[in-house]
């Protein structure tokens, strides 16, 4: 009997072994089930996180493409605001002489222009919840692109500001004679067409005399050298944003 039992027992321990050897494998199994599991979702979610981040890489490409063409445009505007303000100042200054120019100058230096910038792309990639996962490179450069896009914003709203509060006003209550048949601007000759008015031009005297708007001209010539200025800046740093997203091989 004693044989017996010690037989009893040694199978039974033996079993117990061969279950808690089988307990521990089937345990080791489910470990690394869930582990591969988990790396495989990782690394879905890591591919269509850069899919995404893809997309939206060519929607700011996109825009900027479209930035930069806008840039251009008011670049020129700001540089036609900017001879024109220069020409005024020479002739005040007697440098020059009082002309039909003199009308034109005015008017051009009369012009808005704004940069409206297209900001889908960025916006949809914040919203998105991966800016954090773009190229600290990268993201640094969006983020000086964008910055001097506010401060161009900030600059435009000042010009704007001194036109309509200043600038304007006193255009039109000593100047309005600067809207004349003789005045170059091409926007202007259709109107004076058939016109058989015969109408006083510029006071020459009054021009010259007049110091308020001098400092007027000075000013607006003065703000529009920053604007250019800054418009100038925005360029290259939309122009190095996309040379890197095309790095990237957006599809």
Same mark, same amino acid.
């Given at each position: 009997?004693?044989?017996?039992?010690?037989?009893?027992?040694? &199978?039974?321990?033996?079993?117990?072994?061969?279950?808690?050897?089988?307990?521990?494998?089937?345990?080791?199994?489910?470990?690394?089930?869930?582990?591969?599991?988990? &790396?495989?979702?990782?690394w879905k979610e890591s591919v269509r996180n850069e899919n995404i981040l893809k997309e939206h890489y060519n929607n700011i490409k996109l825009n900027l493409e479209t930035d930069i063409i806008a840039i251009d445009t008011v670049l020129k505007s700001s540089e036609a605001s900017i001879i024109s303000t220069e020409s005024l100042i020479r002739q005040i200054?007697?440098?020059?002489?009082?002309?039909? &120019?003199?009308?034109?100058?005015?008017?051009?230096?009369?012009?808005?222009?704004?940069?409206?910038?297209?900001?889908?792309?960025?916006?949809?990639?914040?919203?998105?919840?991966?800016?954090?996962?773009?190229?600290?490179?990268?993201?640094?450069?969006?983020?000086?692109?964008?910055?001097?896009?506010?401060?161009?914003?900030?600059?435009?709203?000042?010009?704007?500001?001194?036109?309509?509060? &200043?600038?304007?006003?006193?255009?039109?209550?000593?100047?309005?004679?600067?809207?004349?048949?003789?005045?170059?601007?091409?926007?202007?000759?259709?109107?004076?067409?058939?016109?058989?008015?015969?109408?006083?031009?510029?006071?020459?005297?009054?021009?010259?005399?007049?110091?308020?708007?001098?400092?007027?001209?000075?000013?607006?010539?003065?703000?529009?050298?920053?604007?250019?200025?800054?418009?100038?800046?925005?360029?290259?740093?939309?122009?190095?944003?996309?040379?890197?997203?095309?790095?990237?091989?957006?599809?």
């Amino acid at each position: 009997m004693g044989l017996l039992t010690k037989l009893f027992n040694r &199978q039974g321990s033996i079993k117990v072994r061969n279950y808690f050897a089988y307990a521990i494998g089937e345990i080791l199994l489910v470990v690394v089930g869930i582990v591969l599991a988990v &790396q495989v979702n990782d690394w879905k979610e890591s591919v269509r996180n850069e899919n995404i981040l893809k997309e939206h890489y060519n929607n700011i490409k996109l825009n900027l493409e479209t930035d930069i063409i806008a840039i251009d445009t008011v670049l020129k505007s700001s540089e036609a605001s900017i001879i024109s303000t220069e020409s005024l100042i020479r002739q005040i200054q007697t440098i020059e002489k009082v002309s039909d &120019q003199t009308g034109m100058d005015i008017v051009v230096s009369l012009n808005r222009y704004k940069f409206y910038i297209t900001k889908t792309g960025i916006e949809g990639l914040n919203d998105s919840g991966l800016f954090g996962l773009v190229d600290a490179e990268l993201k640094q450069d969006i983020l000086k692109y964008y910055w001097q896009c506010d401060k161009i914003v900030n600059y435009e709203d000042a010009a704007r500001t001194f036109l309509n509060e &200043q600038y304007e006003p006193h255009f039109y209550e000593y100047y309005p004679e600067a809207y004349h048949p003789k005045n170059p601007y091409s926007i202007l000759m259709p109107y004076f067409k058939d016109d058989p008015r015969k109408l006083p031009f510029i006071n020459v005297r009054k021009f010259l005399n007049d110091r308020k708007f001098e400092a007027l001209i000075m000013d607006r010539h003065w703000l529009s050298l920053r604007l250019k200025q800054e418009y100038s800046k925005a360029i290259p740093l939309a122009e190095k944003i996309i040379s890197k997203i095309n790095t990237i091989k957006v599809d």
